[in-house]
């Protein structure tokens, strides 16, 4: 019998094999797409890479950087900052400790007008970490209280909201400020950016470690008991453990979970391709909260040309979450938004796909699952929801398991 069976080949999952490997545990892993990765995945579409949502890798996140080398992915990092669009033009907001150009970006933040000389005070002592005192900690209920009490308004509106909203894909007001304590000290030490072939190139990688013949495509689990799972090809494999490294809303299906919470964080974005990109400098395009379409453009081939094999550049649009509107109509809104934005060369813009996907991250509010003593989980939405922490997860549960055998 197997020591261990892994339902799930996404990050966490695979994390999870890759420890079993190393300490020898005979696991066999099943993933139900005919491909690895889960969320954390590219599609390969008419030369371009694309993505499963505008996603970053950031160089400080340990987990990774523990276990692949980051130069093997050729990984390039974006501008560490933003560029802002508010009412009185466009705006630099740089983190000068990680610009190569420090004098430049210095002083660009220094004379900016997103923030008053306060708000980038703040921000720099935050990111030193003598900001996050401890009563500021437990007081602030939501990232949004949080933000109010320490930055001014304009600030926020202008930088801070948007850009942590298309971190967490949810209204700061129901994302509990401690989620912003978590992840806020992994983009300040480090900065984001990309594979040269895609955010696939993470799991991808991270198969290599492993035994091919331990891993098997296109095997979705049906259900689960003690020591085994049935698939949804009739097969039956027997283990002494499973794991379920599967997204939040299945593992509640296949753990048959009382009071299931089905409502996982969406994210949607277009994809364009353009003659031209509308500005040349990797960096992260915040468009502001006053229209409600568009939060973020984000250009991949900016960073990576790669990612486009006919020249063209691809452009990645984030839309704001929960748009309630067809599809049409948030294409053509979109274009509105960006034509105001750029200009008319977005007519040049041809849409490669609009991409919807509904459980971007799971809920926030994440009721605890209750597995056994031989069924075990891993997963993003045992923390909060990161490359990271799923692989945090991953690893940290085959430890677990490990200590049974
Ligand atoms: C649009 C978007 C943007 C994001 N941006 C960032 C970012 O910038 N930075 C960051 O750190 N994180 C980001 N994330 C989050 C990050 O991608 C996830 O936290 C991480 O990939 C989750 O990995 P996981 O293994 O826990 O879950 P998943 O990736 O969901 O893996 C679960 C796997 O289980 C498989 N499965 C499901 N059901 C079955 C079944 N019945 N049988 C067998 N297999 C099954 C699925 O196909 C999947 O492969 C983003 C996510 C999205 C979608």
């Given at each position: 019998?197997?020591?261990?069976?892994?339902?799930?080949?996404?990050?966490?999952?695979?994390r999870?094999?890759?420890?079993?490997?190393?300490?020898?545990?005979?696991?066999?892993?099943c993933?139900?797409?005919d491909?690895?990765?889960?969320?954390?995945?590219?599609?390969?579409?008419?030369?371009?890479?694309?993505?499963?949502?505008?996603q970053?890798?950031?160089?400080?996140?340990?987990?990774?950087?523990s276990?692949?080398?980051?130069?093997?992915?050729?990984?390039?990092?974006?501008?560490?900052?933003?560029?802002?669009?508010?009412?009185?033009?466009?705006?630099?907001?740089?983190?000068?400790?990680?610009?190569?150009?420090?004098?430049?970006?210095?002083?660009?933040?220094?004379?900016?007008?997103?923030?008053?000389?306060?708000?980038?005070?703040?921000?720099?002592?935050?990111?030193?970490?003598?900001?996050?005192?401890?009563?500021?900690?437990?007081?602030?209920a939501?990232?949004?209280?949080?933000?109010?009490?320490?930055?001014?308004?304009?600030?926020?509106?202008?930088?801070?909201?948007?850009?942590?909203?298309?971190?967490?894909?949810a209204?700061?007001?129901?994302?509990?400020?401690?989620?912003?304590?978590?992840?806020f000290?992994?983009?300040?030490?480090?900065?984001?950016?990309?594979?040269?072939?895609?955010?696939?190139?993470?799991?991808?990688?991270?198969?290599?470690?492993?035994?091919?013949?331990?891993?098997?495509?296109?095997?979705?689990?049906?259900?689960?008991?003690?020591?085994?799972?049935?698939?949804?090809?009739?097969e039956?494999?027997?283990?002494?453990?499973?794991?379920?490294?599967?997204?939040?809303?299945?593992?509640?299906?296949?753990?048959?979970?009382?009071?299931?919470?089905?409502?996982?964080?969406?994210?949607?974005?277009?994809?364009?391709?353009?003659?031209?990109?509308?500005?040349?400098?990797?960096?992260?395009?915040?468009?502001?909260?006053?229209?409600?379409?568009?939060?973020t453009?984000?250009?991949?081939?900016?960073?990576?040309?790669?990612?486009?094999?006919?020249?063209?550049?691809?452009?990645?649009?984030?839309?704001?979450?929960?748009?309630d509107?067809?599809?049409?109509?948030?294409?053509?809104?979109?274009?509105?938004?960006?034509?105001?934005?750029?200009?008319?060369?977005?007519?040049?813009?041809?849409?490669?796909?609009?991409?919807?996907?509904?459980?971007?991250?799971?809920?926030?509010?994440c009721?605890?699952?209750?597995?056994?003593?031989?069924?075990?989980?891993?997963?993003?939405?045992?923390?909060?929801?990161?490359?990271?922490?799923?692989?945090?997860?991953?690893?940290?549960?085959?430890?677990?398991?490990?200590?049974?055998?």
């Amino acid at each position: 019998m197997l020591d261990a069976i892994i339902v799930g080949g996404g990050i966490s999952g695979l994390r999870c094999a890759i420890e079993f490997a190393r300490q020898g545990v005979s696991y066999k892993l099943c993933e139900s797409n005919d491909h690895f990765g889960g969320r954390c995945s590219s599609q390969y579409f008419d030369g371009f890479v694309l993505d499963r949502g505008f996603q970053v890798l950031l160089d400080s996140y340990t987990e990774v950087t523990s276990l692949i080398e980051l130069d093997s992915l050729n990984f390039k990092t974006f501008m560490s900052g933003a560029m802002v669009h508010t009412s009185r033009g466009n705006r630099f907001l740089l983190d000068p400790s990680k610009d190569k150009r420090k004098l430049w970006a210095f002083w660009k933040m220094l004379t900016s007008d997103v923030g008053t000389f306060r708000d980038k005070w703040r921000l720099f002592r935050l990111k030193m970490q003598k900001g996050l005192e401890r009563t500021q900690r437990t007081e602030s209920a939501s990232v949004a209280d949080y933000l109010a009490g320490s930055f001014t308004s304009r600030f926020n509106s202008e930088f801070m909201s948007p850009f942590w909203e298309s971190v967490f894909l949810a209204d700061l007001q129901s994302v509990p400020a401690t989620h912003f304590f978590e992840l806020f000290p992994f983009f300040a030490s480090g900065s984001g950016g990309l594979p040269e072939n895609g955010m696939q190139a993470i799991p991808d990688s991270m198969v290599d470690l492993l035994d091919k013949n331990q891993l098997v495509l296109n095997k979705a689990a049906k259900q689960i008991t003690e020591n085994a799972v049935e698939f949804e090809d009739g097969e039956l494999i027997a283990a002494k453990n499973v794991v379920l490294a599967v997204p939040y809303s299945k593992a509640q299906d296949l753990l048959a979970a009382d009071d299931k919470n089905h409502h996982g964080r969406k994210a949607s974005c277009i994809y364009y391709e353009a003659p031209e990109p509308p500005f040349e400098l990797p960096i992260l395009f915040l468009t502001g909260c006053d229209q409600k379409f568009v939060r973020t453009v984000s250009i991949p081939t900016n960073l990576h040309a790669g990612y486009s094999s006919n020249g063209n550049a691809l452009i990645c649009v984030g839309l704001a979450p929960g748009l309630d509107a067809n599809q049409a109509e948030i294409r053509a809104e979109t274009k509105n938004v960006l034509r105001e934005l750029f200009s008319a060369v977005v007519d040049d813009w041809q849409v490669i796909t609009h991409m919807q996907i509904p459980d971007a991250l799971p809920p926030i509010d994440c009721k605890p699952l209750f597995p056994t003593d031989s069924i075990s989980v891993c997963g993003d939405y045992l923390s909060v929801p990161s490359i990271n922490n799923a692989l945090g997860s991953g690893r940290a549960t085959a430890l677990r398991v490990i200590e049974t055998l």
